[in-house]
């Protein structure tokens, strides 16, 4: 049987990120939302248009669903889903980090933990799963808002809720975070939500590598990073390990 046809894959994959904006998105927002060159998405996107599955707005340029596809469903992957092909990776990835792990997913413009796996030693701890955390101040909300551009600029429309004293509240600065993460691949806060606490994680994508949640593990700043405040390296590989195991499970050959 022949495998899959990439370009139908990636044709989707842009669909279904315009289908859970609010607004239009531009060339450049797509490719870097999924990870392609501009010229691929470009070629995608004026075969959508040429098929009326996409239309683009003549004063700004920029691409929304066509008519016959605003209503298209783009909860093919729910949060119960995303936590059955991420928890065979989940307990791996704590066992070998040593760390809480986290599965996380956008809902409403905040992070839904769908998955939470325990640190493993013998300390008391509370059960994540469920909760919901502020985007622009956790490593899993900064991935999932750096390749979702109209998440992110949703939310860099409103303003930044301080929770510490390191939190990015300047947009400025926090758009060039992530466009930092979408070039590094991964994401981190040092006490951004919590003193005392800092995160990494990395994407997890599906087909045509739309991203469709992030995986990550969190614990205190001293066993996360450096004494210069950036992450232990095999840290950062044990996560990205993960997350793209748990992507070549929901069909994102690429990672």
């Known amino acids: 049987m022949p ?7 990636r044709a ?13 998105l531009g060339v450049v927002e797509i490719a870097r939302s999924l990870g ?8 995608i996107l004026r075969t959508l248009q040429h098929v009326r599955f996409v239309e683009q707005d003549k004063t700004s340029g920029k691409y929304h669903l066509g008519a016959a596809l605003r209503h298209l469903d783009t909860s093919y992957l729910d949060a119960n889903e995303l936590r059955s092909r991420a928890i065979n990776w989940a307990d791996p990835l704590a066992a070998r980090s040593g760390e809480a792990v986290r599965v996380g997913a956008l809902l409403d413009g905040e992070v839904l933990v769908v998955h939470h796996v325990f640190r493993p030693d013998d ?5 994540d799963m469920g909760t919901v955390l502020p985007p622009h101040a956790c490593a899993l909300g900064k991935v999932l808002l750096a390749f979702d551009a109209a998440a992110e600029a949703q939310l860099l ?6 929770y510490t004293h390191r939190t990015i ?3 400025r600065a926090l758009a060039r975070a992530l466009a930092e993460l979408r070039e590094a691949g991964w994401g981190l806060d040092v006490e951004e939500t919590t003193v005392g606490q800092a995160g990494v994680a990395a994407p997890i994508r599906g087909h045509g590598g739309l991203v469709v949640g992030a995986i990550g593990i969190t614990g205190a700043v001293e066993r996360i990073c450096d004494t210069r405040g950036r992450p232990k390296p095999k840290l950062v590989t044990y996560v990205c390990d993960a997350a793209r195991a748990v992507s070549r499970d929901l069909g994102g050959a690429r990672w």
């Open 3 to 9: 495998g899959n046809v990439q370009s139908i894959e």
């Open 157 to 162: 429309r409103g303003e930044l809720e301080p």
């Open 12 to 24: 989707a994959a842009i669909l279904r990120l315009l289908a859970g904006g609010q607004g239009q």
């Open 169 to 171: 509240v300047d947009r």
């Open 123 to 127: 300390t008391l701890q509370t059960l």
């Open 36 to 43: 392609l060159p501009k010229g691929t998405a470009h070629g």
